[in-house]
């Protein structure tokens, strides 16, 4: 089901406000995610503590446990950019002395705190409790935090995860994290929260994760339904937020993936495309694979080049950032801590290079896609580097046309909307011609 | 050999790109295997101990065309990674048995992988170090990291790597890594007699020699270096940060000393002092190594510093044992970890008002007229405020 709305203007645009279609599960989802906003700006007046800490390999129901309201400074970072706020935030950190060379999401949320801390809704965040340093597959995740810690001196506590360069994860990893854990990360949060660590709790909020993650897998799998139901990299984001962020493990994210998929599932039988920000989809023409982070700060305006082509992303890896689930794997109540550090172990960023082109491969072969689109982003380094060799293993292995955009996270600078419509237009040509070549042979 | 002949010799060494010097340690004995490694840190002495040669990968420099390298990598990613693809690329690297990619940045990271897609019958590991300090949490994984490390080159080597073999390459190292401490203390004392560009070149003829020949070469050059009478200039004293991965060219070293800078202190090669004490020889192997890696090695933007103090303390130590009057940071373009450190050490350094200035490079960077007058301009201003 999905309704019309209205977007509230700006208040510098006399444009007249376009109508924006979402389905149910959207608003559902952004109502959780400004309450989120609501509870972590009122949460030290309310004497909760709050925490901050990373997507990938977040640790939600562990935090949940010691009541922390949860900040997730790079979801903090994206809803600024999606609201066109964080260029200014961007440009006021390089004044304050960050290279125009390093992440975007960093120099948002520091340019942020530059700006008095109001947070994406309007509310000022507060600072911090303790920063929980999931150190998942992104490098750049460790200077983030020494950077606030030192502008804040808050509490930091370390969990580092260690990559899986040899494409597996060892006991010897395994083990490292779950030490942490236990030994470091756990204390540290009853040391801040002065709550004391109950396992049963754990479990308990394990348990609606998994239920969560079931519906997820559903969700984003039924996108190898024709035509695809949803949009697997821009409607995927909606249905990331929750699970990916202060969700996960919490009734709340329950109810809003059984809802999702009651939705989808009727997508489904009405033999429907998915929801656009313009209504429902034109019609399936391209059936796509990406990867990489989206561009926030043009976000409909990228979704836009897509649909308007008749492209659905059926997969996507960025969609598997806070956590690999359409492999089998989910939150254990049964062994929690050992499945918090399995969890961090497999999140995307943290596969290697073979792992990440089988995963893509995969997806190409099982949503029955035409091709792999890779949007480079300047910011991540994590995602970026060495993304052009993907690109030529993916097209040697499945024999499908792959095509590479650039943009950038929370940047308006670095997205060139001309630039990558041509380029799209071009990739959609090439996919048809590849069809007629084939269809013909 | 006199200074001029040591420097001839390093400046060969580091400008032959074709590894001559580790083709020729292989060719001298049959069945020699040698491993590469790329910055900043990996426990050589487990690449010695088998029987190997640890050879140091730090890109190609100003004199490597990057031509199929550049077909790998954004404009936006540093330059170090497309010029050791283009190395690979173009066989410079068949001299290497393997190749180690250490836990220094998402860039190297990622390169491992790539690396194994590329180079498939090439020995490659991710070599991950910790980043939580405790022996028995951090020393416990780093130890079975180095034991799978141990186990894959003893399989490569046709032979188990003892312990014995072990505590003799720390042993061998300890001594190279006194003689590098040698190097920096002189230099630092009498930074006229050894020039930065040529310590550099003494430096990075480590990254080919065996560590015997390289710890007598170190030692060959401080006592010839001694002998000789250099003019002392009034040049500004000053540490130059930043410039641990990617390498800065060595006219750009040059620049900024003839600029009125001595450079008395430097992150260039940092795995030749990363163990900052002796690793004893005895015990456990393995343990020692992790307790030096753990509580004994240098700080550097990799590294998680663990409390907010420790952020800028060995920088600051570094100015105030070298008796620097100002700190340069010079670090390669898109160099994530240096950059994102740089803030945090800046802010720093002017709370214990030590002057700095910052700049960007890349290891082909052929534009040196505004690092000079920048340099020039940094020197004069220290020499300003404490003639003042």
Known sequence: MSTPIQIVPGTRTPKKPPQVQKEDSMWLQKELINGNYHELATAHEMNRKVSATFVPGNLNELLMCFNFARSLPETNALQNGMRKKSGKMIMDAERDGHSEDVCTYVKADLGMMLQGQVGPTGEALPTPDVLLLSYTGCFTFMKWFELIRQKYNCETVMLHVPYQGDGKISKNMRDYVLKQLKEKVIPTLEKVSGVKFDIDLLRQYMRESAKAEEDLVWTLQSAKHKPSPIDGYFGAVYYIGPIFTAFRGTPEATKFYSVLRSEIAQRIREGKGPVTPEGEHPGEKYRLVVEGPPNWTSFREFWKMFYDEGAVVVASTYAKVGGVYDFGFRHDPEHPLESLAEYCLGCYTNLNFPQRIDMICKYIDEYQADGLLINSIKSCNSFSAGQLLILREVEKRTGKPAAFIESDLVDPRYFSAANIKNRLESYFQMVKQKRTATAAH | ?388
């Open chain 2, 1 to 388: 050999m006199n200074t001029q002949e040591i420097i001839a010799r390093c400046e060969h060494l580091f400008e032959d790109l074709r590894f001559g010097a580790v083709k020729d340690w292989k060719a001298a004995k049959p069945g020699r295997k040698a491993i590469g490694y790329m910055p900043i840190y990996v426990p050589r002495e487990i690449i010695h101990a088998a029987g190997m040669l640890p050879v140091g990968i730090f890109g190609g420099g100003d004199q490597l065309e990057v031509i199929q390298g550049d077909a790998y990598y954004q404009s936006y990613i540093c330059r170090i990674p497309r010029s050791t693809i283009e190395l690979g690329l173009t066989g410079r690297l068949d001299c290497l048995d393997g190749m180690l990619f250490p836990s220094i940045c998402d860039v190297i990271r990622n390169l491992s992988g790539m690396w194994q897609i590329m180079f498939k019958d090439k020995y490659v590991k991710y070599f991950d170090v910790p980043q939580n300090y405790d022996d028995a949490i951090g020393g416990e994984f780093y130890v079975h990291e180095m034991q799978l490390l141990r186990e894959d080159l003893g399989k490569l080597a046709g032979r188990p790597v003892t312990d014995q073999a072990l505590r003799a390459s720390i042993a061998v190292y300890n001594e190279n890594r006194q003689a590098v401490r040698d190097l920096y203390a002189y230099r630092a004392a009498k930074p006229w007699q050894a020039p930065t560009s040529e310590l550099y070149l003494v430096l990075r003829a480590g990254c080919v020699l065996p560590p015997e020949e390289h710890t007598a070469l170190v030692r060959s050059y401080l006592s010839e270096a001694a002998k000789e009478t250099r003019p002392q200039r009034d040049n500004a004293r000053v540490v130059l940060t930043g410039s641990f991965c990617e390498q800065p060219p060595l006219s750009l070293i040059k620049s900024i000393e003839m600029a009125g800078c001595y450079v008395v202190d430097d992150d260039f090669q940092l795995i030749q002092s990363w163990l900052l004490d002796e690793v004893p020889v005895t015990g456990n192997p393995l343990e020692e190594l992790s307790k030096a890696f753990l509580h004994h090695s240098t700080s550097t933007s990799s590294k998680y510093d663990e409390k907010k103090e420790d952020k800028g303390k060995f920088l600051l130590r570094q100015v105030k044992e070298r008796g620097a009057e100002g700190v340069v940071f010079a670090a390669p373009s898109f160099c994530d970890p240096a950059l994102l450190e740089r803030p945090m050490l800046q802010e720093i350094l002017a709370r214990h008002k030590v002057p700095y200035t910052a700049f960007k490079y890349s290891e082909n960077t052929g534009q040196m007229a505004p690092i000079r007058e920048q340099a020039g301009t940094f020197a004069d201003s220290i020499k300003l405020w404490s003639a003042a």
